[in-house]
């Protein structure tokens, strides 16, 4: 019910997930990155305890195969579930249990893996990973671009009613994190808005935190 990209971008550190599903708030459950560590998705029949679970042994200096090997061979219910992971080296491993949704796979490229249940068509990974490696910009666009390329590709067999985008930078909260957590119409461009309307603002949101005199008004009703 899900497709999803893991990724990192090699030139800033930053790691993040786009993931889209016919489920309510995928990125709830499913979307984990960690500065510093990686990124992971936890899908199909979702274990959301998967994604800490991964980032800890990360974080230990697993790389992301043996952190993913060792999460897996720990669950009750490997068969089930689907996980992605991408590590600070830019290393990334998939696992896709026997019962996996509907018609399901994966692929990797550089610094990026992806996967997917319930698709329309099995080219669809592949087509995120390619939109993932022709883009430019910022991470999140790069993780916008190939979500769009997933969806075009046929995403998933039935309508998509959620989405969300999650990228860490240096600090230990989101850098991003932007959701649409259920829509009859199209969840991927309504995140992809919001980004368009956050990316300008985001570098302000860290400065907020770090240093609230340095940071700008924005104009709002009160603010000065």
Known sequence: MTFSIVARCASTGQ??????SSSPAVAARCAFARSGVGAVA?????????????????????GADTAVAEAIAEEDYPDFRQL???????????????????LWTSATG?????????LADIGVPA?????????????????IAALKAGLAAGGEAGPVHSAGLLVVD???????????????????AQVAAAWEIYRPQAGDYVTRAKNPAGAPSYGVPGDS
């Open 110 to 118: 550089r610094d990026c893996a992806s996967g997917g249940n319930m």
């Open 15 to 20: 790691f993040g997930v786009a993931i889209s």
């Open 84 to 102: 992605l992971a991408v590590d600070a080296t830019g290393g990334v491993s998939v696992h896709s249990g026997a019962r996996a949704l509907g």
């Open 170 to 188: 240096t600090e230990a909260w989101p850098y991003v994190d932007l959701r649409c957590d259920w829509t009859t119409g199209d969840p991927v």
């Open 127 to 143: 087509a995120i990973i390619a939109g993932f490696e022709a883009a430019q910009g910022d991470l999140g666009d790069r993780l």
């Open 42 to 62: 936890s899908q199909n029949v979702t274990n959301p305890m998967l994604g800490p679970s991964v980032l800890s042994r990360m974080e230990a200096g697993q």
